[in-house]
């Protein structure tokens, strides 16, 4: 997840080690059970045309899906992933039935599959709302004029701490969660890069590091975390805050604030001292799509402000779409764990493409350090 600013990795050409490709499919398969879930009923029976959407879990709201169903008559089959990692495993290795026509990975991820010729070229002429979108976020260093990409939400990983049980003036920096007494307590991201990136911060290294020698600082570092670590979520991770089962630890500021909403008002969500990690989620559409046209009707419905509204609203994150911000209620516009004040986005890094060696490198110490556990 990727963003902003420093948005912007260096061009990666290699293709991914077949080794780490395997490993990512097989955990998408194991999971294809579980996380592949019909999100679109309404006037599915109208249309022959069904529009096969491949996101995040949690990451777009019913009142969008029916909207688009039934003003176009296109149905929306809705699947979800819960890294980056095996989102761009089932596309590059399993895909080849042209199984997904729209897919939502991260910006630093957007390079890495257009340079393996993984994407299809965005036609612009059929995305009338394309200039509602704030020109930062726009013809970035990853994705010149927006050749492959659309940019969708953006957000934050930071700190999250339960009041009713951790006193949240205690707890600053990313490094108090490596305290004795917090052991069995905290939660982490199930995210290489945004646990790692943690560390590195915390050791005064970029989060981006593709230096061995520092990758492998933070894999030792991380060792020391694990008798405080609980579990490891990225489907929804304020669930583990909700029931209970974790007092503080990392999460992505739109699931602190749907947290408060759904009735955790004690979670605070805090960026750290070291630095939080920003991220930009993309629209992007597979070399393999069926409906392209499909496709890009849904992005220009999402590119709507009205509807980009509903979305950063209701998911609490926040929109790249400038058009959408100015409609929005000011305690919205204004709410710091969505839109991070300057000073705040000064210190932050936003997730980079490390290129494959280093990518290997990171998701051989990512499985030592869980089944080492």
Same mark, same amino acid.
Request: aromatic letters at 10%; a negative charge.
């Given at each position: ?131 509602? =979108?704030? !020109?930062?976020?726009? @013809?970035? #260093? ?8 659309? +940019? %969708?939400?953006? &957000? ?65 570092? =991380?060792? !020391?975390?694990?008798? @405080?670590? #609980? ?8 669930? +583990? %805050?909700?029931? &209970? ?129």
């Amino acid at each position: 997840m990727a963003g902003i600013g420093r948005l912007l990795p260096t061009a990666v050409t290699k293709t991914a080690p077949k080794a780490l490709l395997a490993m990512a499919v097989g955990l998408v398969l194991a999971s294809c059970s579980n996380s592949d879930n019909a999100a679109a009923d309404g006037s599915a029976g109208a249309s022959s045309e069904t529009l096969n959407l491949y996101n995040w879990s949690e990451y777009m709201p019913q009142e969008i899906l029916d909207g688009f169903e039934e003003e176009t008559g296109i149905a929306v089959n809705y699947t979800t992933f819960d890294s980056n990692e095996a989102m761009y495993a089932k596309l590059k290795l399993l895909d080849d039935s042209s199984q997904y026509d729209l897919a939502i990975p991260s910006t630093y991820y957007v390079e890495k599959m257009a340079k393996e010729g993984l994407l299809q070229e965005l036609d612009k002429s059929k995305l009338s709302n394309f200039n509602n =979108l704030d !020109t930062s976020f726009t @013809n970035t #260093k990853v994705d010149p004029d927006n050749k492959y990409s659309i +940019p %969708y939400m953006w &957000g934050s990983t930071g700190l999250a701490i339960n009041g009713d049980s951790v006193d949240p003036t205690t707890v600053n920096r990313w490094n108090d969660l490596w305290d004795p007494k917090y052991k069995g307590q905290v939660m982490l991201t199930n995210d290489v890069r945004e646990v790692f990136g943690m560390a590195l911060l915390t050791l005064g290294y970029s989060g981006n590091s593709s230096n061995p020698e520092e990758i492998k600082a933070a894999y030792d570092k =991380l060792t !020391t975390l694990m008798p @405080n670590v #609980k579990t490891f979520n990225s489907d929804a991770t304020r669930m +583990p %805050y909700i029931e &209970g089962e974790t007092a503080l630890g990392m999460t992505w500021n739109g699931e602190a604030v749907m947290a408060n909403d759904e009735g955790l008002t004690s979670l605070v969500y805090k960026y750290p001292s070291e630095g939080a990690i920003l991220w930009m989620d993309n629209f992007v559409i597979p070399k393999n799509a069926k409906q392209v046209d499909a496709a890009h009707k849904f992005i220009d419905y999402l590119l709507r402000p009205e509807n980009a509204k509903i979305v950063s609203e209701e998911i609490g994150y926040a929109s790249p779409n400038l058009a959408a911000r100015e409609m929005m209620d000011e305690s919205v516009r204004n709410n710091p764990a969505i839109y991070p004040s300057k000073e705040v986005l000064a210190k932050a890094e936003f997730q980079e493409d490390v290129g494959d060696e280093a990518l290997q490198m990171y998701q051989q110490y990512w499985d030592k350090l869980k089944t080492g556990r």
